[in-house]
């Protein structure tokens, strides 16, 4: 009886996480295609509108440093449901905001609560699933995808019905309070259950562990700042080149969610099967080709469509199987979990300010060279990583052997 609980109470949470990461991918996937509409209504030009991406991220930064705290004192579920109800109130606030620094400032408090959801939901799953969390946290991440597809498809429906922006926010607010009253009714998991189902020899020594988490955290960095760029940017890219329309370039900003979205649902068998250092080898991979095919034809619209979708389907996957790459060698808890979001904080708080910069002073090529350069060195953190992670297994199989 006591088994049977335990798995019902796991589905319950896991279904929880699920949905609260759908409301997360909604509200990030929205800046972009309401970027023009947000710049109109505060009277401020798009290298000055794109400081509310760092106004987010600083508050990113901030709330999953506090959050990585109070997950080991407090139970999960509680902070979590509070935390979704305040980002609702900022999400509603949003499109009433008429002067730069008033947007900015709820910017600063929504990504705030943003970064306590992130550290706790990719915390509470890790100790929900101890055993395997791969193909959980591949799946965690598919439903984050999933709110980010379907984000700018409610606000170009949004905007054709009412011509007003703010309804499009209100639909997205509304849906938040549903998910917070289910994880209240949802007992939390325990910090101590991942520690419990980890053999003794998966733990690496302080410092091998702390560069490990280190080489993560500037991974993520780099990762998330040309996520949030791409998926940020490409509406005003391609409505600045003639390659589409305003209705048009929603749709296109859809595709790479949407493509992001499909990434992650493939990735969840992928994941129990494959070695992540082979799937994040192939996802790189797959980032430069797409971006390479965007930028060799940039006035031609047949190359965006297939590029956009297939940078998005190539970064599916790239955050959740770092972390998984470093769940597999060590116990993850939520002041350790924190460290990745500050980082991927800083990059969705730096790289997207660069590339408006960079977009409004020199052009719309030179925002996407930004990105690539980012992933280039992205990829030599990875070698760096992949070679930590090769010395803790080695050192894994000389415990083993003694």
Same mark, same amino acid.
């Given at each position: ?12 949470? +896991?279904? @929880? ?7 997360? *991918? ?43 705290? #109070? ?8 902070? #979590? ?36 959801? &992130? /550290? ?24 984050? *995808? ?9 606000? %170009?429906?949004? /905007? ?12 997205? !607010? ?11 009714? #949802?007992?939390?998991?325990?910090? &101590? ?15 091998? =562990? ?18 949030? =760029?791409? @998926?940020?940017?490409?509406? +005003? ?5 003639? $390659? =589409?329309?305003? !209705? ?9 969610? *949407? ?26 991979? *797959? ?5 390479? $095919?965007?930028?060799? =034809? ?25 972390? %998984? ?46 990105? /690539? ?6 990829? %030599? ?22």
């Amino acid at each position: 009886m006591k088994a049977k609980s335990t798995n019902t109470h796991q589905t319950l949470q +896991t279904l @929880g996480y699920f949905a609260l990461n759908i409301t997360l *991918g909604l509200i990030s996937a929205a800046f972009g295609p309401t970027l023009p509409s947000l710049a109109e209504r505060t009277h401020t030009q798009m290298d000055q509108i794109g400081f509310i991406f760092t106004a987010r991220s600083i508050g990113v930064m901030l709330g999953a440093f506090q959050g990585g705290r #109070v997950y080991d004192r407090i139970r999960g579920h509680p902070v #979590v449901a509070a935390a979704l109800i305040f980002a609702a109130a900022m999400t509603m606030l949003i499109p009433l905001m008429r002067v730069l620094w008033l947007l900015a400032l709820v910017l600063l408090l929504l990504g705030t609560a943003e970064g306590i959801l &992130n /550290v706790g939901i990719n915390s509470l799953i890790i100790w929900a699933h101890p055993q395997q969390v791969g193909p959980f946290m591949n799946g965690l991440h598919f439903f984050f *995808g999933l709110g980010s597809f379907l984000s700018p498809v409610i606000i %170009a429906q949004a /905007v054709l019905i009412s011509g007003d922006i703010t309804w499009a926010y209100a639909m997205l !607010t509304v849906l938040m309070f549903p998910v917070a009253l289910w994880l209240l009714r #949802v007992p939390s998991p325990l910090p &101590n259950q991942a520690s419990q189902h980890r053999p003794a020899q998966t733990n690496p020594s302080r410092a091998t =562990s702390q560069m490990l988490i280190i080489l993560v955290a500037l991974f993520l960095l780099l990762y998330v700042g040309a996520e949030i =760029s791409f @998926g940020g940017w490409i509406f +005003t890219y391609a409505v600045a080149l003639d $390659l =589409s329309d305003s !209705t048009t370039a929603a749709y296109l900003t859809s595709l790479f969610w *949407g493509a992001l979205t499909l990434g992650r649902l493939l990735s969840i068998p992928i994941a129990a099967r494959s070695r992540p250092r082979s799937i994040l080898l192939i996802d790189l991979t *797959g980032c430069f080709a797409s971006l390479g $095919l965007i930028l060799a =034809s940039p006035q031609i619209n047949a190359t965006i469509w297939p590029g956009t979708f297939g940078l998005g389907f190539s970064m599916a996957s790239i955050f959740p199987t770092a972390i %998984a790459l470093v769940e597999r060698r060590m116990h993850l808890d939520s002041k350790t979990t924190r460290w990745f979001f500050v980082g991927a904080s800083i990059g969705g708080m730096t790289l997207p300010w660069l590339a408006g910069n960079l977009f409004e002073h020199i052009g719309p090529q030179a925002a996407m060279l930004a990105i /690539v350069a980012d992933l280039l060195i992205a990829a %030599a953190i990875l070698a760096a990583i992949l070679r930590c992670s090769a010395q803790i297994d080695e050192n894994n199989a000389l415990t083993t052997e003694q």
